[in-house]
């Protein structure tokens, strides 16, 4: 079992950065993937990046590479979205998940955190 906290997100300006942490607590962290994922209003979850427990290997959605950086810190249990060059489009509530694989799909991410506002301006 493991529970999951967002924190970071806020108002921006378009070019601006934000860094998003996601806190868990629970036993063996290290067991699994974390991603995050986002939805804006009227859309489907989608999904931003994720993040290996041990090895630390990364996957992001092309619509963020080279914009979005995924980290971890599994001495302190915490994942970190280090987000640049925000865009307007990428206003949504975003959400860290973890599950037991490094996959895309939100379906398998077992535990989910409540998710934190990002709106960026134009």
């Known amino acids: 079992q493991v529970q999951l906290v967002e924190s970071g997100g806020g108002l921006v300006q378009a070019g601006g950065s934000l860094r998003l942490s996601c806190a868990a607590s629970g036993s063996a962290f290290t067991r699994y993937a974390v991603a995050w994922f986002r939805q804006a209003p009227g859309k489907e979850r989608e999904f931003v990046a994720t993040?290996?427990?041990?090895?630390?290997?990364?996957v992001y959605a092309e619509s963020v590479k080279g914009r979005f950086t995924i980290s971890r810190d599994n001495a302190k249990n915490t994942v970190t979205l280090q987000m640049n060059s925000l865009k307007y489009a990428d206003t949504a509530v975003y959400y860290c998940a973890a599950g037991s694989s490094l996959v895309t799909t939100p379906s398998s991410y077992s535990y989910w955190g409540q998710g934190t506002q990002v709106t960026v301006s134009s």
């Open positions: 993040i290996s427990g041990l090895s630390g290997r990364t």
